[in-house]
């Protein structure tokens, strides 16, 4: 009788974390069809560079840049991370509070500090990069949308009012 109360237990559990967790997935459905649980991960580098590549080798890092994932048209900041030493951030599931095909169309990743804190030889500007989907990983059911930036440009944050 015990180990059936025990079944009991653990399917009630599973299914109030289910529960729990389906108002987030919900609001990451979007351009796979919808009918699985989709986790939304975007992640890139950042170089400290106006370009991409230097003379064709790879361009420094920019380490410990402030990130922030803005969206719509007033660019409204909804989340920030900070790049790690090889120029790498990383905005996890918990943290992406709109859907796919919203972050895809009006959303973009905005380096906050200034490429002259990591070589004062550049200008005072920021970076900036529109997303879009660099691959997929699952089952069907449960999947994990790879989002990236498609390429850095100079850009500067609007003026606040």
Do not use: D, E, W, Y
């Not at 200034?114 to 691959?135: T, Y």
Request: charged share 5%; proline share 9%.
């Amino acid at each position: 009788m015990a180990m059936l109360k025990n079944k009991h237990l653990a399917f009630s559990l599973i299914l109030v974390c289910l529960i729990v967790v389906s108002p987030m997935a919900k609001a990451q459905l979007g351009g796979l069809g919808g009918l699985g649980i989709n986790f939304i991960v975007i992640s890139g580098r950042v170089s400290c560079t106006l370009n991409a590549t230097l003379n064709g080798a790879s361009a420094p890092p920019f380490p410990n840049a402030t990130v922030q994932l803005q969206c719509g048209p007033l660019n409204t900041v909804v989340a920030t991370t900070t790049t790690n030493v090889n120029g790498i951030f990383t905005f996890l599931p918990n943290q992406i509070p709109v859907p796919l095909n919203t972050l895809l169309s009006s959303c973009r990743v905005f380096v906050a500090t200034s490429l002259a804190s990591c070589n004062a030889r550049l200008p005072l500007v920021n970076l900036a990069s529109p997303l879009n989907v660099v691959g997929t990983l699952g089952n069907g059911f449960i999947n994990i949308i790879l989002v990236g930036p498609t390429g850095f440009i100079p850009s500067v944050p609007l003026p606040i009012n």
